[in-house]
């Protein structure tokens, strides 16, 4: 955390500044009290501090990880033609980012927001109104090891985050690469399939990828959603911030 800058030395109008610092102060202190690939056990110190200071956040997050099958929603050819943008964008054109992969989206991404009424799904899954997806990116776990700390998201990403598993191959599903987010009750895991999805609060849960295995990979489509209804404030300087 030695080289984060403090919330209260950067300029008071500067919320995007105090939301990156804020954001990048939590993120830090993870990687200093734990790692993604040796996560704490239940009754242990490291587990009851990062479990403690995790309940701060949680009157400030909109509502709880949500999991299910985005196949409700998304065609099969539609997720078929997702699949192999995601995955050439990935192979081809990606770019190394915290320890995992990024792609940019193309024209098929795209043009879900056309397709599917992505808001609504939102609604029906998070009882919570959003805009259309203003962030997207694809994200890939596609060497030994690839992995994502423990971490919050930048505000500018959006306040809700859905991630749309395109591919997982698993040549070994026991100990296999999963989601986890830290919550005032403790660590809470979720796998991963094509066509799974989760939907969370990436401002205000932290969240982490365990490592991949030798010949594992995962392809997602992670958008992110501004909130329109309930109306957010946030008061980047008056927000918790790590103690422990
Ligand atoms: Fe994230």
């Known amino acids: 955390m030695s080289n984060t800058p403090a919330a209260d030395a ?17 993120s830090h202190w993870f990687r200093d009290t734990c790692t993604i690939d040796d996560l704490p056990h239940c009754d242990t110190r490291a587990m009851s501090v990062i479990t ?3 309940s701060r956040l949680k009157r400030h997050q909109l509502f709880p990880p949500h999991s299910g099958s985005i196949l409700d929603w998304l065609p099969d050819d539609l997720l078929a033609e997702l699949v192999e943008e995601g995955c050439s964008a990935i192979a081809e054109r990606g770019y190394q980012v915290d320890g995992k992969w990024n792609a940019e989206v193309g024209p098929v991404a795209e043009s879900l927001l056309d397709l599917v009424d992505l808001p ?19 994200i890939g776990y596609r060497d030994e090891n690839d ?15 859905l991630i749309i598993c395109l591919n997982h191959d698993k040549p070994d599903p026991l100990g296999a690469s999963e989601t986890v987010f830290v919550t005032p009750e403790g660590l809470v895991r979720i796998a991963s399939s094509r066509g799974s ?3 969370f609060d990436g401002v205000f849960t932290p969240h982490g990828r365990t490592p991949v ?3 594992e990979q995962v392809v997602l489509l992670s958008l992110g959603f501004k909130v329109v209804q309930p109306k957010r404030a946030i008061r980047w300087d008056h927000l918790p911030i790590p103690e422990a």
């Open 10 to 26: 950067l300029n008071p109008d500067d919320r995007a500044g105090q939301a990156l610092a804020w954001m990048r102060r939590w």
């Open 52 to 54: 403690s200071e995790t």
């Open 120 to 138: 609504s799904v939102v609604r029906r899954v998070a009882s919570i109104h959003v805009t259309q997806p203003h962030a997207a990116t694809y």
């Open 147 to 161: 992995s994502l700390d423990f971490h919050v998201d930048a505000p500018g990403f959006g306040d809700v985050n």
């Open 197 to 199: 999805f989760i939907l």
């Open 213 to 215: 295995r030798r010949g």
